[in-house]
């Protein structure tokens, strides 16, 4: 009885291990936050929200967000042994082969692909795939090459919203004009963000031979001016919606007093060029996005 209550302890602890590992793998944080995004873009573009379809569009996002992180695990293994906040991975530490994460990546790339296209329209399945080949295939092996990389990263990035806008849509599925707005806040949002993380993990970067800041000098004035540059032209975008009409004046106080709050720590990285200043931008800006987006929204 013992041994038996000793074994079922052991294989309980067994498949936590491995529920976490998976979690690890396609990182579980950063794919809810994601997928929220094309959950608001699909509120946003629906005359009245589908809930069954929403339920579907989580798990298709879910899905394809999983395996572009996945698939981004597999071809940083060796690279991410070298940092130390990617070294305990699964894969680093070989608690997952090389075979497994394939065949899991695989597996949730094809299922959310064809969740999108068959129960949301074709187009967004073209735009999850899109999503899904920029990120791997485009963006993770430019990391190392140039800072150019975050450009590209910021196209897959910004698909979320308008995947979500198309999904509200019928037939083979339209991308209107809202859907184009709602890319265009989180395409110009990516460029601080992508920065602000950057300038926080530039030495653990640096031993995987990333290149993520936008100066080649890394923490300088020069990479802290760009970023406040773009936190500055984010603002202006960030209330197209409201100039265009899809939301208030309630919403574009909101968008406005965010787009201040972020814009002044921005400033306080260009004039004090620390870390501490880049990770309380960083912050700023997992606040920024999700409360600007929901101002649009609530405001529609």
């Known amino acids: 009885m013992l041994t038996e ?13 491995k529920v976490q590992d998976y979690v690890q793998f396609v ?23 589908n809930w069954s379809k929403m339920l579907l569009l989580i798990l298709g996002g879910f899905l394809v967000t999983g395996a572009s992180n996945g698939f981004n695990q597999i071809i940083e293994k060796n690279l991410d042994k070298l940092m130390n906040r990617t070294q305990n991975r699964p894969l680093p530490q070989e608690r997952m082969s090389i075979n497994e994460s394939f065949m899991l990546a695989s597996l949730m790339g094809i299922a959310g692909i064809a969740v999108l296209t068959i129960f949301m329209n074709p187009m967004s399945g ?17 990391k190392r090459v140039t800072p150019f990389a975050v450009f590209v990263g910021a196209l897959p990035g910004a698909i979320p919203p308008l995947l979500g806008c198309v999904a509200a849509t019928s037939g083979f599925g339209e991308i209107k ?17 992508f920065w602000a993380i950057a300038w926080v993990l530039d030495d653990d970067y640096k031993k995987a031979g990333f290149r993520m800041l936008p100066s080649l000098g890394g923490r300088n004035k020069s990479s802290a001016f760009q970023v406040l540059v773009y936190t500055l032209f984010l603002l202006p975008i960030s209330l197209f919606p409201v100039f265009f009409g ?55």
Do not use: D
Request: hydrophobic fraction near 60%.
């Open 177 to 193: 004009f809202a859907a184009w707005l709602m890319f265009a806040v989180q395409f110009m949002w990516q460029f601080p963000h």
């Open 246 to 300: 899809m939301s208030g004046i309630v919403s574009a106080f909101v968008i406005s007093a965010c787009g201040g709050l972020f814009a002044y720590q921005a400033y306080i990285l260009f004039k004090e060029c620390t870390v501490e200043a880049a990770r309380r931008l960083m912050f700023g800006s997992f606040i920024y996005l999700p409360v600007v987006q929901l101002a649009v929204m609530i405001g529609k």
């Open 27 to 49: 990182k579980l944080r950063l794919a809810s936050l994601v997928v929220l995004s094309a959950v608001i873009g699909f509120v946003i573009g629906s005359e009245q929200v």
């Open 5 to 17: 209550n000793i074994n079922t302890a052991e294989n309980s602890i067994s498949v936590m291990s």
């Open 126 to 142: 073209i735009l999850g795939a899109l999503a899904l080949v920029l990120y791997t295939l485009v963006y993770t092996p430019l």
